[in-house]
């Protein structure tokens, strides 16, 4: 069984993992959903600084007692954005200045910011697999990677992930992702 085009991917490792069992057809959809949630989980951890997430809670869910300034987080959020220092930290301020424009206030505004981030995340990661798939693989092999991908999508816990993102005393714990070493492992019966 050939492992394919996924060995050169210009990715990190948990990426390349991800990709390999979206490759490999004798990966589950909750094979693959793991290696996801783990490279996005990886990716929220390296790319998000928790000054920029506190930073951002505090603006968004405010004092006790909210003034007259209701206006003032997204002031305070727009600026910020100008500021951040990854392209995951900008979605991250951006997408809680959409859910404060949506309706959403306190924790609800930054669970909902939170979620779109890790999806944001994890949409990049599905097309950068999808493109190298397309450049390096037959056209059936791409497209079967896509769909095995969008299988997968619905097993990873975005909610979970955002709640680690936010660092919330209720987060899941980081989720594993199990190495197959030789023969033995084997497929899940």
């Given at each position: 069984?050939?492992?394919?085009?996924?060995?050169?991917?210009?990715?990190?490792?948990?990426?390349?993992?991800?990709?390999?069992?979206?490759?490999v057809s004798s990966f589950s959809a909750p094979e693959i959903s793991e290696a996801l949630q783990q490279a996005a989980e990886r990716d929220c951890r390296a790319e998000l600084s928790a000054g920029l997430v506190r930073h951002v809670s505090a603006l968004i869910i405010g004092p006790d007692e909210?003034?007259?300034?209701?206006?003032?987080?997204?002031?305070?959020?727009?600026?910020?954005?100008?500021?951040?220092?990854?392209?995951?930290?900008?979605?991250?301020?951006?997408?809680?200045?959409?859910?404060?424009?949506?309706?959403?206030?306190?924790?609800?505004?930054?669970?909902?910011?939170?979620?779109?981030?890790?999806?944001?995340?994890?949409?990049?990661?599905?097309?950068?697999?999808?493109?190298?798939?397309?450049?390096?693989?037959?056209?059936?092999?791409?497209?079967?990677?896509?769909?095995?991908?969008?299988?997968?999508?619905?097993?990873?816990?975005?909610?979970?992930?955002?709640?680690?993102?936010?660092?919330?005393?209720?987060?899941?714990?980081?989720?594993?992702?199990?190495?197959?070493?030789?023969?033995?492992?084997?497929?899940?019966?």
């Amino acid at each position: 069984m050939s492992d394919g085009p996924y060995r050169s991917l210009p990715m990190s490792p948990r990426w390349k993992q991800a990709a390999k069992r979206a490759y490999v057809s004798s990966f589950s959809a909750p094979e693959i959903s793991e290696a996801l949630q783990q490279a996005a989980e990886r990716d929220c951890r390296a790319e998000l600084s928790a000054g920029l997430v506190r930073h951002v809670s505090a603006l968004i869910i405010g004092p006790d007692e909210p003034g007259l300034f209701r206006d003032l987080p997204t002031a305070e959020l727009n600026a910020l954005h100008r500021e951040c220092a990854s392209t995951m930290e900008a979605g991250f301020v951006r997408n809680a200045i959409d859910a404060l424009q949506d309706g959403h206030t306190g924790q609800a505004a930054l669970q909902k910011a939170a979620e779109n981030t890790v999806s944001d995340r994890l949409l990049a990661g599905y097309r950068q697999i999808e493109e190298h798939m397309h450049r390096e693989a037959s056209d059936y092999r791409a497209r079967s990677t896509r769909s095995r991908l969008e299988d997968a999508h619905g097993g990873v816990d975005v909610t979970g992930v955002a709640r680690m993102l936010l660092r919330a005393p209720d987060a899941p714990a980081r989720t594993a992702t199990a190495v197959y070493s030789g023969l033995d492992d084997g497929v899940a019966f």
